[in-house]
């Protein structure tokens, strides 16, 4: 029941673009997944799941958070009035869902954000499926933001000020965190307490993903800019500098057994600027838990200062690295050392492999780097007013490779394959203001792509015979008619790591998400879901990245109304995606299928699909 006199309003709850995005990154867990995975092409369907909008500020009827915090319900928004300060302490534990999120946003009033300050956790999220937006976030005695839930989104908010942890997620309750368009400065303290460091737990949330992108992280007073425990890491487009110790550090988990999960880093497309005299980036352990994982980093800017250590430490037990199109720069001139390896290595031997790395004369770089370029002068516009883009006359300018290429048998587990965004330059960056990286020519070495060009994501378009969907496309295709049981393979391939979009059978051309029958979706999150009647879902947890190629196979029982689905990535083995899943349930009384559709609803770039083969 609402408590009387409740200030609320009835609306929709989302709308198309970041709102749904909120909605879906990381909202669904892992393993088979009971409740309805909500993207773009879900919400016509469901206008009912708007909730209750609650107003705070000091003229509303509620003056601080704490009043609604345990009112809250799933698909609930809480606008909280900016330019007034509010007391900090503030716990939400209340859960929303996968579909219906509660958010919690801060409204701008005057151009202001409102302040949330004090107490010794300032704001924690203990309840799962929360987005936390728009506030400014300060002076936490123990952490500003405690994180200790799954399918969290933090975005568009300022975490400064903290004596110890500016973000902190925790070893236990942890799952999967989206933080975005988020600035944290003149936080931490000593070694153990960092601005923002993430852990996972991987007894309660497997196969959770800390995605980290478009954040502005700066000016540590204490520990590594970021850290991160997380079974998987997404650490792409940011600009981090000034951590205490390293600017980045991925490492395997704390008070969890370390052969419960690999824990892995897909680094793409980020300046590290070091200020103090340690190493840029470690992997693997920190004496107190190892990943044995798979790191990979891709069109980074690393700049050392004098005196600074290695780039990057491999130390305790680790699997491998791979390094492609980064550019490795001392300011002030003098070499680098690429790589310290003091690590145990999974394999027995280390396994560092990579292409078209920069880096400067005098420098120590691993012999299994091939095609490594010494240039002393990158051609940065302008290093003393930290510009680190690419001048036109730069030696590092379309040169770079265009497909990398891992270790050979262990490939890193549906990578981004190139970036699609620069990072902020130095400066936070407004919410969805981030720069979509051009396509000129061959892609440029490091973080910032030179020029303009096609707004076409990595990689170049695919052939004609390709069935092709973007965002608010429908392509239908004809198929041989099918009353009984068949199969039918496509190589599939999303250009970017967040879409939207599906292949799907049906009975005649279709232009709605209600009339196909079987429907494999890649979703908002960067996950491959397959339709179960009413809701999507995955016998194995499966991540796609973006420009890879999947095959996917449909084995349709159409008198049954069941199917299951295989896919398997690049170089991967098939995986069992669905086993006897249902038809969609508008779609139990389909008794032929003879249309095969591509479709997009939302996302980034477009979706494809090539070389359909029916058995």
Request: charged share 15%; net charge neutral.
């Amino acid at each position: 029941m609402r408590a009387a006199g409740v200030e609320h309003v009835r609306s929709r709850t989302w709308t198309h673009g970041l709102s749904i995005v909120a909605l879906a990154l990381f909202g669904a867990g892992c393993g088979i997944q009971t409740e309805e995975n909500i993207d773009a092409e879900e919400f016509d369907e469901r206008e009912e799941a708007a909730g209750t909008t609650y107003q705070v500020g000091p003229s509303r009827q509620y003056k601080k958070l704490a009043d609604v915090a345990n009112l809250l319900q799933p698909g609930d928004i809480v606008q909280v009035d900016g330019n007034a300060t509010y007391a900090g302490n503030i716990r939400f534990s209340r859960h929303g869902t996968a579909s219906q999120k509660i958010t919690i946003r801060g409204v701008r009033v005057n151009g202001k954000r409102p302040v949330l300050s004090g107490g010794t956790n300032t704001v924690e999220l203990a309840g799962n499926h929360y987005v936390f937006e728009g506030f400014d976030v300060t002076g936490g005695s123990s952490r500003c933001i405690f994180h200790h839930a799954h399918g969290i989104t933090i975005r568009d908010a300022v975490v400064h000020d903290c004596p110890a942890h500016g973000i902190l997620g925790a070893d236990a309750d942890s799952g999967s965190l989206l933080m975005e368009y988020v600035e944290v400065y003149a936080c931490g303290s000593g070694t153990t307490r960092h601005p923002v460091y993430i852990a996972t737990d991987e007894t309660a949330y497997p196969g959770s993903v800390f995605r980290m992108q478009h954040c502005y992280i700066h000016d540590a007073t204490g520990g590594n800019a970021v850290k991160s425990r997380a079974e998987r890491n997404e650490i792409y487009y940011n600009w981090i500098e000034g951590g205490h110790y390293k600017e980045l550090e991925l490492i395997g988990p704390d008070g969890q057994r370390e052969n419960l999960a690999r824990e892995d880093g897909d680094v793409v497309g980020n300046v590290f600027r070091k200020t103090h005299n340690q190493f840029v980036v470690r992997v693997g352990g920190d004496g107190t838990g190892q990943s044995w994982g798979r790191y990979r980093f891709v069109n980074n800017t690393f700049l050392l200062k004098q005196g600074s250590s290695a780039a990057i430490h491999a130390f305790d037990g680790i699997e491998s690295i791979e390094l492609h199109n980064n550019i490795f720069h001392r300011v002030g001139g003098g070499g680098v050392q690429v790589l310290r390896d003091d690590g145990t290595w999974s394999t027995g031997n280390p396994i560092f492999v990579g292409a078209k790395n920069a880096v400067p004369q005098g420098s120590t770089v691993p012999t299994s780097l091939s095609q490594t370029i010494t240039q002393n002068d990158p051609g940065f516009v302008n290093p003393g007013a930290r510009d680190f883009r690419l001048s036109s006359s730069s030696p590092l300018r379309d040169i770079g490779v265009m497909t990398t290429q891992g270790p050979s048998g262990r490939p890193f587990p549906a990578p981004l394959a190139l970036p699609l965004y620069h990072p902020p330059t130095g400066a936070i960056q407004a919410l969805g203001a981030a720069s979509a990286r051009p396509v000129v020519g061959l892609i440029d070495l490091g973080a910032y792509e030179f020029g303009t060009g096609g707004s076409n994501p990595w990689p170049p378009d695919p052939p004609a015979s390709c069935k092709v969907a973007s965002t608010g496309v429908w392509t239908n295709t004809a198929l041989a008619t099918q009353t009984g049981t068949f199969t039918v393979t496509w190589n599939v391939t999303p250009s970017s790591s967040s879409i939207d979009g599906a292949v799907g059978l049906s009975r005649g051309a279709q232009t709605v998400w209600s009339g196909l029958a079987a429907i494999v979706l890649f979703d908002l999150s960067g996950r491959i879901l397959v339709r179960n009647g009413a809701t999507y879902q995955a016998a194995t947890p499966f991540t796609y990245g973006g420009g890879q190629t999947y095959k996917v196979k449909m084995v349709v029982n159409v008198p049954n109304r069941k199917y299951s689905v295989y896919v398997q990535a690049p170089g991967g083995a098939e995986t069992l995606l669905a086993n006897q899943f249902s038809f969609r349930s508008e779609q139990t009384g389909a008794s032929q299928l003879n249309n095969w559709t591509v479709v997009q609803d939302a996302g980034t770039g477009s979706i494809s699909a090539c070389d359909v083969t029916l058995q």
